[in-house]
């Protein structure tokens, strides 16, 4: 489940990019941007993506913060996945 909620966005991002990358340029202004979206925060760029064009409203930035937990929570369910195979975890 983990591999496949971490492929979805990036394959949503790539899709999104192939078909419409001058939309997606301006969006973020910058391609730097857009790559280290897709690198490190994909769940919160995929969704950036669909409501920045909108506006940010309160409801779009609820999802953003949604968006953003949910990538850190990636993140942190990593760190906790390995914390035995680093050698300086006290186990208690």
Do not use: H
Request: include cysteine.
């Amino acid at each position: 489940m983990s591999i496949i909620s971490a492929i979805v966005p990036r394959f949503i991002l790539l899709v999104g990019w192939v078909n419409d990358s001058a939309a997606w340029e301006s969006l973020f202004g910058s391609q730097i941007w857009l790559l280290g979206g897709f690198l490190f925060f994909p769940w919160t760029t995929v969704i950036y993506g669909l409501v920045a064009p909108n506006g940010l409203t309160l409801l779009n930035w609820i999802f953003l913060g949604c968006a953003l937990l949910l990538d850190l929570g990636t993140w942190g369910i990593g760190v906790f996945a390995t914390r035995k195979q680093v050698s300086a975890y006290r186990g208690t």
